[in-house]
């Protein structure tokens, strides 16, 4: 569905990015993790289009989609739930799901656009329930839902979620966690990019570990979750020295 | 197709190349931060990982070599710390300081995984019985193979110590389906059998797999018909990384690589430039997953060829011929890796002096290989009390089992007998 090859981005002259590679399979679930600054997000954008990259490929099936504008990567059928949902606070929830099928209603889809909409009702039926309501009233996992939502509404193929667990108590993120889970027994390929490691493991197939804009490890999401090096990177604890804990003396 | 599994083995190409370059990337930069001798290396070449963009540019990498392995002994290539390392496996290497290799969890896994693959291609599965038979100096895959043929859920009976004829009341008494041996010893086995007058009827053996020496195919033949199994090869390291790194499919024309574990290059000796297929070479290893002990293009010394046409088995992992040779001084005594300076470092040890003068002659008996170390007759060992003499050799054959985990015979001879066969000190006289 999705490969990437040698992808390398900058932020002005910071390197972002350094030759990361990576695929996701159709209707695999991906995990992208690490800690803040490893780069995640940068990947995510650089796939979706919002940021150039300088040297590399990313291609979608068998498009290459790296010097597409992104509207058209969306097009292609790759969308994106941002990081802090983003969603337009003052508008309506309907109304925010509706702009999620901006490119499909200027292509008149309007009964496929309805049914979709109650597809995604039925997804969340708390956004049914509110579909009246101002989003920017929605609590912090309603309005991941909205998020998510919105994204569907473009019919990816590809979901690319950007930490959709951050500021959620641990019961909503379950929530959360479970909903993508159905969202890709329903077809959808997900590529998620988290920093609870352990939550967005357990619902994937596989994982990327990422380290200062390079994957340094890759692996089942079962390999990863008893891995040494993803605990640590995870609690955030190193050893101090190839001893620690087992030095006799 | 019998496998373990197969979605892996049956990738296609373009996917497994993608696999492979992400793998190796992550190896890169994991063994660049980790382990000081990468670092230095790729410093001094003036090499940047983050610019590897192909599986093909592996080739601009340094080498890994047993000489750098043992300059690095015991830990210094370890890219995990201690605390993460669960298996410590030490084997006698090739140069006078013993190798040691570290696995994590994941690393055994994934060793079980990769050994398990070359036993379900022989047609291991989990209601065989499975009997291991090989010297100690094999032990580590003596107990990767254990743990393999378990992961399948067989029944195993581990590599234990006994004489032939033991392991062929064991065969036949328990009832084991699936040998696992050298060449040279299910020859041997083949031997006894007849010499016993067991019959083969009363075997319930199916398969054997063999790993650690050439196979002739007149062996094989003889082998298959006589006891009416199917024998397929593996190939792997006994020092470094896994039996089953290479394994034979039912077609029987050469080993499969677990492309997904490794990266293979067979590169010419003399010059190091990567060879075509079909152009023998030096097997050259990478692994892909490891992360207690990467290793980056490490030399393994045996000699093969590609073979780039698809298998009918449906495997799409590369394959090649079966190991003809080994490059450099390196000899493969009964599937044992061993340089001749070994055995002159125990001599040296032993002798506590300028050890004496000595060749070593390979010959088999029974199919076995067997070693002879001829001595020249000197004072720094022997003495006129003929106990201390006696003495002091079975001490020298202890000391060059203990290291070397081989039996060795020796012979004291004349200066003239060296001389004789124009060697220098330590030199083989290959009889096999």
Known sequence: MLRVKNLHAHYGRIKALENVSLHVYSNEIVSLIGANGAGKTTILNAISGLIPCT??????????????????????????????????????????????????????????????????????PRLEERNKQIAGTLSGGEQQMLAIGRALMARPKLLLLDE??????????????????ALRDSGVTILIVEQNAQASLKISDRGYVLETGRVILQGSSVDLLNDSDVKRAYLGKDYKTFWEGRDTN | MKSFNGNNEKMNRDELEQLQLEQLQSTLNRAYKNVPFYKKQFDLLGIDTSTLSSVQQIKDLPFTTRQDL????????FAVPLRDI????????????????????????????????????????????????????LSSWGRALKEGAENIGASVMPMTHMSTSKQLMAMKDYRTSVLLTTPSYAMHILEVI??????????????????????DPDWRNRLERVLDISLTAGYGLSDVTAPGIGFECHEKNGLHISEDYFMLEIIDPGTGDVCLPGKYGEVVLTTLTARAFPLIRFRTGDLASIKDDLCPCGRSFVRISE????????????????????????????????????????????????VEIWLEITETIFSDEVKLVENSLKHLRRQVFQMLGLEVSIRLVEASTIEQHDLPSGGVIDDR
């Open chain 2, 194 to 215: 007849k010499d016993t007058n067991i019959e083969t009827s009363n075997l319930a053996l199916k398969a054997i797999l063999v790993l650690g020496g050439p196979l």
């Open chain 2, 70 to 77: 043992a300059n690095n002994y015991p830990y210094d290539l």
């Open chain 2, 86 to 137: 669960v298996r410590i496996s030490p084997s006698a290497g090739t140069t006078a300081k013993p190798l040691v290799v570290g696995y994590t969890k994941g690393d055994l896994k994934a060793r079980n995984t990769v050994t398990a693959r070359f036993l379900a291609a022989g047609g291991v599965v989990d209601t065989d019985i499975v009997q291991i038979c090989l010297n100690p100096g």
């Open chain 2, 323 to 370: 190991i003809t040779g080994h490059t450099g001084e390196v000899l493969t005594i009964a599937g044992v890796k061993v340089h001749p300076a070994q055995i002159e470092h125990i001599l040296k040890t032993v002798s506590g002096k300028t050890p004496p003068r000595f060749l070593i002659r390979l010959y088999k008996e029974n199919f076995l290989d067997m």
């Open chain 1, 55 to 124: 040297q590399g490929e990313i291609y979608c099936e068998k498009t290459k989609i790296n010097n597409l504008s992104a509207e058209k990567i969306v097009a292609v059928g790759i969308s994106q739930v941002p990081e802090g949902r983003q969603i337009f606070a003052p508008l309506t929830v309907l109304e925010n799901l509706e702009l999620g099928a901006y490119l499909r209603f200027k292509k008149k889809e309007k009964d496929s656009i309805r049914e979709d909409l109650e597809g995604i009702f039925r997804l969340f």
């Open chain 1, 164 to 181: 959709p667990s951050m500021g959620l108590a641990p019961l909503v993120t379950k929530d959360i966690m479970n909903t993508i889970s």
